[in-house]
Structure formats: structure tokens, C-alpha cells
């Protein structure tokens, strides 16, 4: 006979890291972000995902990623099963200075990369300055 003991905390440790992740293996899609010249660069890695069960969604300024990993076949008798299964979303608050309606989006090798471009009204631009030269006439 085995004497197997229950730690709840042990339990409740194990559950949060499957839903929330860990530093070393987080349960979102993790993201590298950058400003590459006139556009912000945004990449997350998928692998094992499907280019058509990703969803891109642009409401106001919040763009959701939403992607889907197949189930496990249930015939199979697994020995270790540690990556996320199922629907999982990110979301992105963009700022008012991004062009949201032209955002390219680009799925390889289990990356999706987004291109997010600075809006025209955004950009640096240089004011010209009028000036004014008024000639008096010389009245004799």
C-alpha cells in the first residue's frame, strides 16, 4: 500500500501556472514588439497553429489575436502533455497615433507578424513659417 499525501497548495500552484503561465513558459501567445522606421513591428509565436484558426480584430484601438490549437486525440495514451490546447486571445491597446486601417498582417514558420504603421497626422513635419515683408511707399 502507498501512502500518497495532498498538498491543496501544491494543487492551486500547478492550476495557476497552466493558466496564467510562468516567466520560463507563459500561457498567452508570447510577443517581441519594436519600432522599425514609420511602423511598429509586432510578432507572436504560434507554433502549431493553423494560418486560418488565427483571427485578427480591430475595434476602436484595441486589436485582439485570437488562435486555436487543436485538442490531443483522446486515443492516445500521452506520457507528457505541457503545451496549451484549445482558444487562446491576446489583446493589444494601440495608441491614437497608429494607422489601424492599415495594419499587413504576414503567418510563417508559427509567426504572425503584424505591421502596424504611424499615422500621417502622427508623423514629424516641418511648419512652414510665412513671413511678412511689408514695402512702405516713400511719399514726396
Known amino acids: 500500500m502507498m501512502l500518497m499525501r495532498t498538498d491543496p497548495f501544491r494543487d492551486l500552484d500547478r492550476w495557476t501556472q497552466q493558466v496564467l503561465g510562468t516567466t520560463a513558459r507563459p500561457a498567452v501567445m508570447p510577443m517581441d514588439a519594436w519600432r522599425e522606421g514609420d511602423a511598429f513591428i509586432v510578432e507572436f509565436d504560434l507554433p502549431g497553429v493553423k494560418a486560418d484558426s488565427v483571427a485578427l480584430d480591430v475595434e476602436r484601438n484595441v486589436l485582439t489575436v485570437r488562435a486555436e490549437r487543436p485538442g490531443l486525440d483522446q486515443g492516445r495514451e500521452m506520457v507528457s502533455a505541457e503545451r496549451p490546447r484549445g482558444v487562446f486571445s491576446r489583446q493589444l491597446f494601440l495608441g491614437e497615433t497608429l494607422d489601424t486601417d492599415q495594419i499587413q498582417a504576414n503567418y510563417q514558420d508559427g ?29 514726396a
Do not use: H, W
Not at 509567426?111 to 504603421?117: D, Q
Open 111 to 139: 509567426v504572425l507578424r503584424l505591421s502596424i504603421p504611424v499615422a500621417e497626422k502622427a508623423k514629424p513635419r516641418r511648419i512652414p513659417i510665412a513671413t511678412s515683408q511689408e514695402k512702405e511707399a516713400i511719399s
